[in-house]
């Protein structure tokens, strides 16, 4: 079974910075593809990024060049470092693991807010 654990969330002023952070655990569990997405009041769950264990990664276009996923493979730990927040960025952001057998697992959510 996967735990995943988020912090970092908050307020932050438009044109700010926030750092995300998801600590994995499970027993023999490669956390081979993890990632952030985000959802928006009355809007659907969004990609952010994503990170192999290899560190390939793969954006969505809004958040290319402000936002970088990196991970810690000795810690099972995901991060999404965000600059230059938006009002449009505000959301509950998940952290997200996909392993080799197609199962998916899911943080509790994180709040992530941006005042204009």
């Known amino acids: 079974q996967v735990q995943l654990v988020e912090s970092g969330g908050g307020l932050v002023q438009a044109g700010g910075s926030l750092r995300l952070s998801c600590a994995a655990s499970?027993?023999?569990?490669?956390?081979?593809?993890m990632g952030w997405y985000r959802q928006a009041p009355g809007k659907q769950r969004e990609m952010v990024a994503t990170i192999t264990r290899s560190g390939s990664t793969n954006y969505a276009d809004s958040v290319k060049g402000r936002f970088t996923i990196s991970r810690d493979n000795t810690k099972n730990t995901v991060y999404l470092q965000m600059n230059y927040l938006k009002p449009e960025d505000t959301a509950v952001y998940y952290c997200?693991?996909?392993?080799?057998?197609?199962?998916?697992?899911w943080g509790q959510g994180t709040q992530v807010t941006v005042s204009s």
């Open positions: 499970g027993s023999g569990l490669g956390f081979p593809l």
């Open positions: 997200n693991d996909r392993e080799f057998s197609g199962a998916t697992y």
